[in-house]
């Protein structure tokens, strides 16, 4: 497996993952995520593009990841459109969870439209 961390602007890292993500393989994931998190990342868009395997291992790594995002008020996305792993997110119920979307730029906008509507929440409660 490799991992690639790019940072798209000051408030979004893409981290693009290629291979396999399995057991053997996620610590990996799992502490570069973290480190994004660690240097204040918490907008992630995960990039599964070029990953050709995912085991359920891999997919506590991305569901803990997002709630971590969470935490730190920012949101993860997971931009993949390869059917086969399309099918173990829906499988395990995890597609809005993890807002998996078909490609990067979709990616984007999803977290954009997120960040947005938290910034609205959170102006109509102070209006409140």
Known sequence: MRIRMDRVDDHVVVCHVSGEL???TAP?????????LEEGDAWIIVDLEE???LDSTG???????AK???QLQGDLAVACARK??????EISGTQEILNVVPD?????ARLAEIAEARSRNAGDQEGT
């Open 59 to 65: 997919l506590g790594i991305l569901v803990g990841t």
């Open 22 to 24: 399995d057991a053997y």
């Open 68 to 70: 971590k995002c969470r």
């Open 84 to 89: 086969n792993l399309l099918r173990i997110f």
């Open 51 to 53: 990953l050709t395997y």
């Open 28 to 36: 990996d994931l799992r502490d570069a995520l973290d480190e994004a």
């Open 104 to 108: 990067l730029e979709t990616a984007r």
